[in-house]
């Protein structure tokens, strides 16, 4: 154990590997802020439950049933979807144990491939710090043809507050707000995970207060505060000056608006077909030969070459208008000598003449 003097650092620093450093949340920081936020969310839940009101809109537009759905970040469990059994998965412990399932981050689930048929994610993706591995994660957990619905806020969130801290801190700026991902980004995401058919759109909820202390008390009770590692702190001044800012934003009747950008995703893990292999090519045409000889011809055109013509005599006695056809057609066959090609190919050209004439 470190040994602790008063006034004075520890003398062994906790050790802190690679990638817990390199990680834009901190862990630690989000489990004790969702296990403080727990007891009393139910009267903070309006941006959940107006993210999930539109989620659930979506999925009455699939005529399917899912018997198997995972709540990807639970909160307190209210998720329902008639005729399903749902697992439960958080990050907190008391949201875990509240909604009845297992405490997990969302990019390290511990359920085996194909054992969902519905994944549903309500608020908690723009607090994951490896938002791509969550979502190769969701779709490797459903099976062929199943659905992932998710709703977080995006791109533009809190730009009231964003704006009036800024300007609090115009000397001596200091990192307060997650980076946020906007609807193209959220698209890509999608895509980049492995599923099919990626939709994402954005929804605007606008939100009034009535001073700067009620909309920190929602993000307190929501779980929505700053997870980045090692905040800086915010002073009193700061806070004054910051109330100052929210209240000169106010509208008329004393209330100022704040947005909520909602982001929603769909996408379906559909089947991986094997390619068909391709048809068999249709065999080329093959000139008719005379059967009583019994000689096939090749299956390949033969080679163009140059004709050579019959006798004058043999032309003229062949161009005759009382000429039998017998004799017109030995005569056309004398016209494409032999040689010493195979007979497939001289009788093969034989024929020309007599398949047009015949037409």
Not at 179 to 208: H, K, M, W, Y
Not at 211 to 226: F, I, K, Q, S, V
Not at 228 to 246: E, G, H, I, M
Request: contains cysteine; aromatic residues 6%; glycine residues 6%.
């Amino acid at each position: 154990m470190p040994l602790l003097v008063a006034g004075a650092a520890p003398l062994h620093k906790p050790h802190v590997s690679d990638s817990q450093a390199s990680e834009i949340f901190s862990r630690a920081t989000r489990r004790r802020r969702r296990d403080r936020a727990a007891p009393g969310y139910a009267g903070f839940a309006f941006l959940r439950e107006h993210m999930l009101e539109g989620l659930l809109e979506r999925l009455d537009a699939v005529r399917r049933e899912f018997r198997d759905v995972l709540d990807l970040g639970s909160f307190a469990g209210d998720l329902a979807i008639p005729g399903a059994r749902i697992a439960h998965v958080d990050a907190g412990f008391g949201f875990a144990k509240a909604s009845g399932g297992v405490q997990a981050d969302e990019d390290r689930l511990p359920f085996a491939d194909a054992s969902f048929d519905l994944v549903v994610s309500v608020g908690v993706l723009d607090q994951v710090n490896d938002v791509p591995g969550a979502l190769t994660l969701a779709r490797r957990v459903l099976r062929p043809d199943g659905l992932f619905l998710g709703a977080f806020a995006g791109a533009g969130t809190l730009s009231t507050l964003r704006g009036c801290i800024k300007e609090a801190e115009a000397d001596r700026p200091a990192a307060r707000f997650h980076p946020q991902i906007d609807v193209r980004s959220a698209g890509d995401l999608l895509a980049r995970a492995g599923f099919a058919l990626p939709v994402a759109d954005v929804e605007t909820l606008v939100v009034r207060y009535a001073g700067l202390p009620n909309l920190l008390r929602d993000l307190r009770g929501m779980a929505a505060t700053n997870l980045l590692p090692n905040p800086a702190p915010l002073t009193r001044d700061t806070l004054v000056r910051a109330s100052a800012a929210f209240a000169d934003r106010a509208e008329p009747d004393g209330r100022t608006p704040e947005r909520f950008e909602i982001v929603y995703l769909t996408g379906w893990a559909l089947i991986l077909r094997s390619p068909s292999p391709p048809a068999a090519a249709a065999p080329r045409h093959r000139w008719p030969t005379r059967s009583s000889r019994n000689v096939r011809t090749r299956a390949t055109a033969p080679a163009h070459r140059p004709k050579a013509r019959p006798p004058a005599a043999s032309r003229a006695r062949a161009s005759r208008p009382d000429a039998p056809i017998a004799t017109r057609w030995h005569a056309a066959a004398r016209a494409y000598p032999a040689k010493r090609a195979p007979r497939t190919t001289a009788i093969a050209d034989a024929a020309r003449p007599a398949l047009r004439w015949r037409r």
